[in-house]
């Protein structure tokens, strides 16, 4: 889901892009979920060759989580980010998290 991510640092951001050997996510609409993805290739207009599928535009792929990083969930209840350790990784593309409110 789109509740998780990197956790924020002082330094400005910056888009994400993601260059040949990365380990990434992609959301297979096919599987409905996201899968474990490596860039193979990367191409103008934000647009990488995966090793799972050719073509894929960059708002279907998102930084893979290593169990132990540190991150972001948005809390529905506390209507804001709270800090968080990845746990687990889930066969379904989900991560088990350590929220700390």
């Known amino acids: 889901s789109d509740k998780i991510r990197k956790a924020q640092t002082l ?7 993601f260059v040949v050997g990365d380990a990434i996510e992609y959301y297979s609409s096919t599987h409905g979920k996201w ?3 490596k860039v193979l290739r ?20 998102r930084a893979r989580f290593q169990i132990g990083a ?16 990845v746990l687990t990784l889930n066969a379904n593309g ?4 350590d929220c700390k409110p």
């Not at 990367?42 to 792929?61: G, M, T």
């Not at 540190?70 to 350790?85: E, G, I, N």
């Open 70 to 85: 540190v991150v972001q969930y948005f809390s529905a209840s506390q209507k804001s980010w709270v800090s968080a350790k």
């Open 11 to 17: 330094a400005p951001s910056s888009e994400v892009a």
């Open 94 to 97: 989900t991560y088990n998290l």
């Open 35 to 37: 899968i474990p993805a």
């Open 42 to 61: 990367v191409k103008p207009n934000d647009v990488y060759d995966l090793d799972c599928k050719p073509d894929v535009p960059s708002d279907e792929v």
